[in-house]
């Protein structure tokens, strides 16, 4: 079983960045796909979530018209696509798995966005 976010880098404010999550290991279609960022010394805070589908999402009102999730079950792949970029979103970011009470999760991928 595995999760692996990649895609992070260095950005300039107002770039774009898009994550990407590969699964492997389990029935990735019985899952839902959240996106969480953390930075030093606060909590994991939660981005944004697909349903197992893909046709219901979520986002925290930060990033609400600037953030895009998306999923291709047929890869196995989560992706999040971040525009507009702030000094703000500076994060290590993951990518979990979710049904009903198991989650699994996969080593982040570091978004730095900095001038």
């Known amino acids: 079983v595995q999760l692996q976010a990649s895609g992070g880098g260095l950005v300039q404010p107002g770039g774009s960045l898009r994550l990407s999550c590969a699964a492997s290991g389990f029935i990735f279609d019985d899952y839902a796909i959240g996106w969480y960022r953390q930075v030093p010394g606060k909590g994991r805070e939660g981005v944004a979530c697909?349903?197992?589908?893909?046709?219901?999402?979520y986002y925290t009102d930060s990033v609400k018209g600037r953030f895009t999730i998306s999923r291709d079950n047929a890869r196995k792949r989560a992706y999040l696509q971040m525009n507009s970029l702030k000094p703000e979103d500076t994060a290590v970011y993951y990518c979990?798995?979710?049904?009903?009470?198991?989650?699994?999760w996969g080593r982040g991928t570091q978004v730095t966005v900095s001038s």
């Open positions: 979990k798995a979710r049904r009903f009470d198991v989650e699994l």
């Open positions: 697909i349903g197992a589908a893909g046709l219901s999402t």
